[in-house]
């Protein structure tokens, strides 16, 4: 356990120098992930607000609220690992006695970590062009996002490494992630808040992964209500189901290895 | 106990096999060809604590994916291995404390922050507390003459003080095996210099098995008492250097850059000319001889430079192949 903590420690401290290294660029990640400003500032001149029951000052909020909780789900770890093991630095990490995916996940931690200040520059701007979405989550709310947002990147990094594993079997694995954007563009509340998708839309997309990247805990940010156990529910189970699909499709993966370029 | 003990070890590759043109690739992407290559073959050998030996072979010889098998970073594809008492391919903890893995052109090294962030971070994982990974990378550092190096980004490094730098993180959790795969390789004379007498140096000091492969015969001469020779996957030679420098290298290449063009004929008598272009002369010469013979043709020849040098290990493997010496 201590030793656990004590690598914990270094790994996210020597993870955060790194990407310290990377500001310029990861700012720039930051400003592309502006769909949800995009879609405030085209939703806030129309009355769907009223609509969809949010009005217009829970409509500001949820997408500023999609934008800040988006930068903690957003997973890369398949085109990490991809170069990784097509320039041969993935050899030196299985000849380690630490798993090689807690580096990736460190990676994310420390890389949402340096993303803060850009993250809290870009709130400020859009307050002051967008007064009405201005406002102070509870401390209940901060932590019950705190919370979801973390299970929601947990099962989207679990899902993205599942295909990341194919890269033991394909050099150009990270093609297949693309499988996934449209389904997370359309299910995950980025484009519109759930109250907009059909019924038959809606509960599908609360049964994928998907809505708890944007849209949960978006609105659960924004204050809005939440069904907070079926939502935990799903989220367990989903971990059931990705993280020994994960480890199984790791040990076959290692199996295969070739150390290519190592 | 031998610390390395291999036994048929074998690994065979599935390649694809693809025809040229337009052709060759509809065809390939409707019915995709595959050929199996045997990198290794039917490999054996045991290697005792302490012991240093050298692993020769050309390029494609098998030298790095034996390496790679004994390390546990690839399955092998028959064959049994046991490093240290362990399976390598299971990769479990106790196997990997004991083992590391060097690779010349590879490197463990955050490439953007010095050294020794991956120094304590390599002491976290092997779990080595701070003190005590501060005195080893203080002693290994005096070992390998580094300084502040170890405070400046990699990238900022030469690469001889990177090499050092990713020795220094290889053996800081003080393995009892070391696998190194051409350790020295682009290096300048000095630094591989220093690289050697470091590693002959943990060896003494730790008792560390050491396998090392090289294309510079000079590593193997000054480390390995005992080499295999390994050539298209399959063991030829197992035993002492000096028995094998014998038969695989009675000549040295002796390089000439000549201020004016001669004949052949002017040249026969210095040594076998393995090579003739303009002014410049590859001549090789019988070690017994050398220092006789380039004596005489600096006396004799007008030689603007002159450069001495081990036949590359590739052409020597094979030319003995040919001529039936090995094999």
């Known amino acids: ?262 | 106990m031998a610390m390395i003990s291999v036994e048929g070890l074998s690994k065979t590759y599935r390649v694809a096999n693809k025809q040229p043109g337009l052709v060759g690739t509809l065809r390939h992407a409707l019915r995709r060809q595959t050929t199996d290559v045997a990198a290794v073959a039917d490999v054996s050998f045991r290697i005792e604590p302490g012991e240093m030996v050298g692993f020769l072979g050309g390029n494609g010889a098998g030298k790095t994916t034996t390496l790679k098998m004994l390390s546990g970073l690839i399955h092998p594809s028959a064959g049994r291995v046991e490093v240290a008492g362990h399976t390598p391919q299971r990769r479990q903890a106790p196997f990997l404390r004991q083992i590391t893995l060097v690779m010349g052109q590879k490197q463990q090294l955050l490439w953007d922050l010095p050294p020794r962030d991956s120094l304590l971070l390599n002491a976290a994982v092997y779990g080595i507390d701070d003190r005590e990974a501060e005195r080893r990378i203080g002693e290994l550092a005096a070992m390998l003459e580094l300084g502040d190096e170890l405070n400046r980004p990699v990238r900022k490094l030469s690469l001889g003080e990177r090499m050092k730098a990713e020795l220094l993180a290889a053996l800081l959790h003080r393995p009892a095996v070391l696998f190194l795969d051409e350790p020295t390789l682009g290096l300048d004379v000095n630094a591989q210099a220093r690289v050697r007498q470091f590693l002959a140096e943990y060896n003494q000091r730790f008792g560390a098995t050491v396998l090392l492969t090289s294309h510079y015969m000079a590593d193997i001469t000054a480390l390995c008492p005992r080499v295999l020779l390994i050539h298209q996957g399959r063991l030829f030679y197992d035993g002492s250097l000096a028995a094998l420098s014998a038969r695989l290298a009675p000549c040295r290449e002796v390089r000439l850059e000549l201020t004016t063009i001669l004949p052949a004929s002017s040249l026969e008598r210095f040594g076998t000319i393995e090579a003739l272009e303009g002014r410049t002369v590859r001549l090789l010469i019988r070690r017994d001889q050398l220092t006789a013979r380039v004596g005489e043709l600096l006396a004799a020849l007008p030689v603007a430079d002159l450069e001495v040098r081990d036949p590359p290990i590739d052409e020597l493997i094979g030319t003995l192949l040919q001529q039936g010496v090995i094999g």
Do not use: K
């Open chain 1, 1 to 262: 356990m201590r030793r656990g903590l004590r690598i914990a420690r270094v790994l996210l401290s020597t993870q955060y120098a790194l990407m310290l290294e990377y500001r310029a660029e990861i700012a720039l990640w930051s400003l592309s992930g502006v769909v949800p400003l995009l879609m405030l500032g085209l939703w806030s001149q129309s009355e769907a607000g009223q609509a969809l029951g949010l009005g217009a000052t829970g409509l500001s909020r949820y997408f500023l609220a999609a934008f800040v909780v988006r930068q903690f789900t957003v997973v890369w770890v398949i085109h990490a690992f991809e170069e990784d093991a097509l320039q041969g630095r993935l050899s030196p990490l299985l000849l380690q006695p630490l798993q090689p995916l807690w580096r990736y996940v460190a990676a994310h931690l420390a890389e949402q970590l340096t993303r803060l200040p850009f993250l809290a520059a870009i709130v400020a701007v859009v307050m002051l062009v967008h007064p009405q979405a201005a406002w102070w989550p509870s401390p209940g709310a901060l932590l019950l996002t705190a919370l979801f947002t973390w299970l929601g990147f947990a099962v989207n990094f679990l899902l993205q490494t599942s295909i990341t594993m194919l890269c033991f079997w394909s050099e150009r694995a990270s093609a297949l992630d693309r499988l996934l954007f449209f389904p997370y563009l359309a299910l995950s509340g980025l484009l519109a808040p759930l109250e907009a998708f059909p019924p038959g839309v809606r509960s599908l997309a609360l049964a994928t992964p998907f809505a708890y990247q944007v849209a949960i805990p978006a609105r659960l940010l924004a204050g809005e209500p939440v069904a907070i156990g079926p939502a935990l529910a799903v989220l367990g189970a989903w971990l059931a189901l990705l993280l020994p699909l994960c480890l199984i499709l790791w040990r076959a993966g290692v199996r295969r290895y070739g150390a290519m370029g190592a």
